[in-house]
């Protein structure tokens, strides 16, 4: 029969786990995000110096798993000699860090797509409107483009944030102790893999009805203008 007491008793474990799921995730995003804005102008530029460097970096990044990219960056950074004799080495040869900067790198490059996606649906009367009005491209990118283009993306954005939330599971196999991670150590500890699971999924679920409900707050708050109004 199934024993869902041990997991009142390693109750402390999922919590760090859930701390460190959460942590990770976040981090990842927020710098992510701040990645993917100018990389999202530049897909969109006529400056094929601008725009090959940033199509090369999204399309490797969307082309390749999230989990070869870990790989890549936990295993393979200790081949290099150079690196592991450089400063640098004291930040890679933590687990923590080489999984942050996989996910960043990874989420910024899918959230990228979604920026440029969300740059090429504004209406060219609002840049022409700008224009007229004397504005020059960097005010007219800044204060229009992207505050209307980042309203348009948050739907797709909001399933972004769900996909690395999911994917941040495979920080476990490098011994991070995320949520799934947590469930690894109580299963090897009591050999209960239906309660340690269901247990980090019911808590994958949690974490993702609150990133649908915030951003279905988000949604309605910044589309309040897109509602047809009641005369």
């Known amino acids: 029969m199934f024993d869902f007491s041990i997991i009142l008793q390693e109750w402390p474990t999922y919590l760090q786990g859930l701390m460190n799921t959460i942590w990770l995730v976040a981090a990842?995003?927020?710098?992510?995000?701040?990645?993917a804005i100018p990389l999202g102008i530049c897909r969109n530029s006529s400056n094929p110096l601008l725009r090959l460097p940033a199509w090369a970096y999204i399309y490797f990044f969307r082309g390749t798993p999230m989990l070869v990219q870990l790989f890549i960056i936990y295993y393979g950074a200790a081949q290099w000699d150079g690196l592991r004799h450089s400063w640098a080495w004291?930040?890679?040869?933590?687990?923590?860090?080489?999984?942050?900067?996989?996910?960043?790198?990874?989420?910024?490059?899918?959230?990228?797509e979604i920026v440029r996606g969300a740059i090429r649906t504004i209406p060219k009367g609002e840049v022409e409107a700008a224009t007229a009005y004397g504005m020059t491209p960097w005010q007219t990118m800044r204060c229009i483009?992207?505050?209307?283009?980042?309203?348009?993306a948050l739907p797709a954005y909001s399933n972004e944030v769900i996909f690395m939330l999911h994917g941040s599971a495979i920080a476990g196999i490098i011994t991070i102790v995320d949520l799934t991670g947590a469930a690894r150590i109580i299963n090897s500890r009591y050999?209960?893999?239906?309660?340690?699971?269901?247990?980090?999924?019911?808590l994958y679920?949690?974490?993702?009805?609150?990133?649908?409900?915030?951003?279905r707050r988000l949604e309605n708050r910044w589309h309040a203008h897109l509602r047809p109004r009641s005369v």
Not at 28 to 35: E, F, H, Q, R, T
Not at 93 to 100: H, I, K, R
Not at 145 to 151: G, V, W
């Open 28 to 35: 990842s995003l927020v710098m992510g995000l701040s990645i």
């Open 90 to 112: 004291n930040w890679f040869q933590e687990a923590w860090f080489c999984a942050l900067l996989s996910f960043t790198l990874n989420t910024a490059a899918y959230t990228a």
């Open 145 to 152: 483009i992207l505050p209307s283009a980042l309203r348009r």
């Open 191 to 202: 050999y209960s893999p239906f309660e340690a699971f269901i247990t980090a999924g019911l």
């Open 205 to 215: 679920m949690m974490l993702s009805m609150l990133i649908v409900w915030g951003f």
